[in-house]
């Protein structure tokens, strides 16, 4: 029984190497786990720092570029007004001398550093100019005056003429009145982008338009590799609708940008300026720490590791020894005690491993004790007779196995309760263990309940038939227990091996299927044979025959018809089922009938046959036929609580009223359980159903729980109408029935009624209802209303005179 114990191996998850690694393992996973995480947290916040400065500088570098621009516009614009404001020049073009005005201009470009400069008249039309492309330029004044006279700034007025991007300015030349307009334009150069860029520190580019739909750089700090990776990117936002993309991938650096617009002026050739911030400089200064981060993380991860293994080291030393201990517990060892030799936690568990070794130790023989004998009365259990069955069986000489099953018991458990049982079973086995002692070699177990079995080793079925009647013999003597008395019988099953049997299994459950029989058919003791088994496998078959013939409506109602003997007419009908099988042909009610009773389908056949009756029913009433229909109700049936609701729920699909049915109840369906059958009938009768007692006076019902029955009807068995005529005493049942009934204010039915003196007689006794084959024999429930159209009731009038026959019962 050692192996009964085998949650003592702990050792199988205690094994010191691998708790060793697991715990080593949780401390650099912890480790790893947290300094991950904090490396991400401090990537993901240096990398939202970063590109949030860099948003900052592209926003001052912005405001610099425009400032620069305005500032460089203003003063152009100042050096441009002192031309126009010069009196010579003034005269000059009043005069219409040409040659001075042109000198003035070139002397004054360069004086200012412009890089063309030139005359109009009040027209924009051209009069003097610097360069001998000058109308290239005209546009650009004429817009740049238009601004002027209607007093909008010309900051920003940078556009690309001749490919190349200029900031013109146009002052008005008046002398009072306007004479015209002298312009100017300046290249913007990569010095002045050089500037904006030692002063913002970004990258700075201007892209020009491109026809037909295209960018392209027209100056940039960026080196020329760098430019045609800016114009994709320009190009690639301007498709998605966007001004510029955040980031921009040059030469494998990343970049965020920002544009401005440099002219928005309507009509005017778009200028736009980038400005660029490399993210990875930006993200440069960083490096350090980041790099200082991962050497902290490997060095942390290397004295975690160290000081893991140490940690491990220490508590698994003393469990591996714990180990070896637990592993003796698995092999049934208890001999050498656990020292608790360690503090601490691993010294408690070392006490509780010593404390759980004495306690398996003692437990161990409890243990073997309670599987293989029964605490009750001691014998030996199902589980230790099959071993011993099993162990003399290969001896090739015959092995006889009883099986006994005490009749009654249950009842005796209910009334007197389970500790008089308990007691009862235990006298049983004293009994028992008497008359087997007899037998060398026996041995007596118990099984289960109320069930015991012996084995006769070395003995025959013939052998062992003496011993089984001896068995029963002995409890004819009844048990005193407590002042009460028991009357105790049993049924005994024998089987033998080998000739019903090899196998420990087959032979217990073959030496059953023997006692079933022998407490059914009160035989005693029986010895298995073939026919049997068969039995069994006909009612196994028998019932799922059943089953199918509901589901293939191969169940017939058949109804017999009931008298009124005041008049003679036909006022109900008791409801008959039949099975027309297929192939067995029409099956006798009480071949299947009491079979659906044991095994409980009896509940569903009772429900089908209320079912057709109902439809029945509401069928007659339709055609003015007006009959009480009466369906037996099982055992079974009154179990059910839930049987009034059912019965319910099929009067109200169907329509019947319920007074129209009748439900009929054997006395000894109502005494087996007679509270819960006193609930059942209360249910129905609360419906406004019918109730019957049915086969009155077969039974042993009390007349005083009777008169508490809410019935309605009793019914004289046909045991004693049969032959009531003839039998004087059957005649006096009969009369003290009804004169019971009625004053129980109940009525009679009496069946079994084969004769017209039986009809005469039963109308004298004050008989109120009357059934049997001289009304009609059961017949198809669809041929009932065209026989009540014929029924006649016949003429009785030779037979006996009823005051004749009272006088014979007085």
């Not at 702990?10 to 790893?32: D, E, Q």
């Not at 500032?71 to 614009?77: E, K, R, V």
């Not at 249910?683 to 809410?710: E, N």
Request: with cysteine; hydrophobic share 45%.
């Amino acid at each position: 029984m050692s192996k009964a114990v085998r949650p003592v191996s702990l050792s199988v998850f205690l094994h010191p190497s691998k708790l060793h690694n697991r715990i080593a393992g949780v401390y650099l996973a912890l480790l790893l786990g947290v300094q991950a995480l904090s490396y991400w947290f401090i990537q993901d916040s240096i990398d939202g720092n970063a590109r949030a400065a860099i948003q900052t500088e592209l926003d001052t570098g912005e405001k610099v570029l425009l400032h620069l621009i305005d500032q460089n516009a203003d003063s152009l614009t100042q050096a441009t007004r002192v031309l126009a404001a010069d009196y010579g020049f003034r005269s000059a073009v009043a005069s219409g001398d040409r040659e001075t005005v042109n000198s003035a201009l070139l002397n004054h470009s360069e004086r200012i550093h412009a890089d063309l400069a030139l005359f109009t008249d009040p027209d924009f039309v051209l009069q003097a100019s610097t360069t001998g492309k000058a109308d290239r330029f005209l546009a650009a004044v004429k817009r740049q005056a238009d601004q002027a006279l209607a007093g909008t700034s010309q900051a920003r007025q940078i556009e690309i003429i001749g490919g190349e991007p200029f900031q013109i300015v146009a002052v008005p030349v008046r002398a009072p009145v306007l004479i015209g307009w002298v312009g100017m334009g300046f290249r913007v150069d990569e010095t002045k982008l050089q500037d904006i860029r030692s002063l913002s520190g970004l990258e700075v580019a201007l892209l020009r338009p491109r026809p037909p739909a295209g960018t392209e750089i027209a100056l940039s700090t960026l080196t020329r590799a760098q430019w045609p990776a800016l114009q994709q990117a320009w190009q690639a936002s301007a498709s998605r609708a966007t001004p510029l993309p955040r980031s921009v991938e040059l030469a494998g650096d990343e970049y965020s940008a920002r544009a401005v617009v440099l002219n928005a002026a309507p009509g005017q050739t778009a200028v736009t300026a980038v400005l660029m911030r490399s993210v990875d400089q930006a993200l440069a200064p960083y490096e350090r720490l980041q790099l200082t981060l991962l050497i902290l993380t490997g060095l942390g991860v290397i004295v975690f590791a160290i000081g893991g293994l140490y940690t491990a080291q220490r508590i698994t030393t003393p469990l591996r020894s714990l180990t070896h201990a637990a592993r003796r517990l698995e092999q049934g060892d208890y001999g050498d005690a656990v020292h608790p030799r360690y503090s601490g936690e691993i010294g408690e568990l070392a006490q509780s491993f010593e404390t759980m070794r004495q306690a398996i130790q003692t437990r161990e023989g409890q243990i073997s004790r309670l599987a293989y004998e029964d605490a009750l009365t001691a014998l030996p259990n199902r589980v230790q007779f099959r071993l011993h069955l099993q162990t003399a069986l290969p001896s090739g000489h015959p092995c006889t196995v009883l099986m006994l099953d005490m009749d009654r018991f249950k009842h005796v458990n209910d009334v007197l309760g389970h500790r008089f049982g308990d007691r009862l079973l235990q006298a049983v086995a004293g009994r028992l263990r008497t008359q087997v002692l007899s037998h060398p070699r026996a041995e007596l177990a118990r099984l289960s309940g109320d069930e015991f079995a012996v084995l006769l080793p070395d003995t025959s079925a013939d052998e062992a038939v003496p011993l089984a009647q001896r068995i029963l013999r002995a409890f004819e003597t009844p048990l005193t227990l407590d002042d009460h008395t028991v009357d105790l019988s049993a049924g005994i099953g024998v089987a033998c091996a080998p000739d019903h049997g090899d196998d420990p299994d087959l032979l217990l459950s073959r030496a059953e299927i023997a006692m079933y029989v022998a407490k059914r058919q009160q035989a005693g003791v029986v010895v298995y044979h073939p026919d049997l088994d068969s039995t069994s496998e006909e009612s196994l078959t028998l019932l799922s025959e059943l089953r199918q013939a509901v589901d293939t409506h191969q169940l017939r109602v058949f109804l017999q018809p009931k008298i009124d003997l005041r008049t003679g007419q036909a006022i109900g009908a008791e409801a008959l089922v039949r099975w027309a099988h297929p192939t067995r042909g029409m099956v006798p009610p009480m071949r299947f009938i009491p079979f659906a009773e044991q095994s409980g389908f009896i509940r569903v056949i009772t429900l089908w046959v209320i079912e057709q009756v109902a439809q029945l029913g509401a069928q007659l009433e339709a055609q003015g036929l007006a009959l009480k229909l009466a369906v037996n109700l099982s055992t079974r049936d009154l179990m059910d609580p839930e049987l009034s609701h059912k019965i319910a729920h099929l009067l109200e699909r169907h329509r019947l009223t319920p007074e129209r049915l009748v439900l009929e109840i054997t006395e000894s369906a109502i005494m087996d359980d007679p509270q819960r059958a006193l609930q059942t009938l209360e249910r129905l009768h609360g419906l406004g159903v019918k109730l019957s007692i049915d086969d009155f006076g077969t039974g042993y019902s009390s007349l005083a729980y009777l008169k508490r029955l809410p019935v309605d009807e009793l019914k004289i068995d046909q045991s004693f109408v049969k032959h009531m005529e003839s039998d004087l005493d059957d005649a006096k049942i009969v009369r003290s029935t009804i004169d019971l009934a009625h004053n129980l204010g109940l009525s009679v039915v009496a069946e079994g009624v084969e004769t017209a003196k039986a009809w005469k007689l039963l109308a004298g006794l004050a008989c109120d209802e009357i059934q049997g084959y001289f009304v009609a024999k059961p017949m198809p429930a669809d041929t009932l209303a065209d026989w009540l159209t014929q029924w006649q009731p016949p003429d009785t009038d030779d037979e006996v005179l009823a005051t004749e026959f009272s006088a014979m019962l007085d």
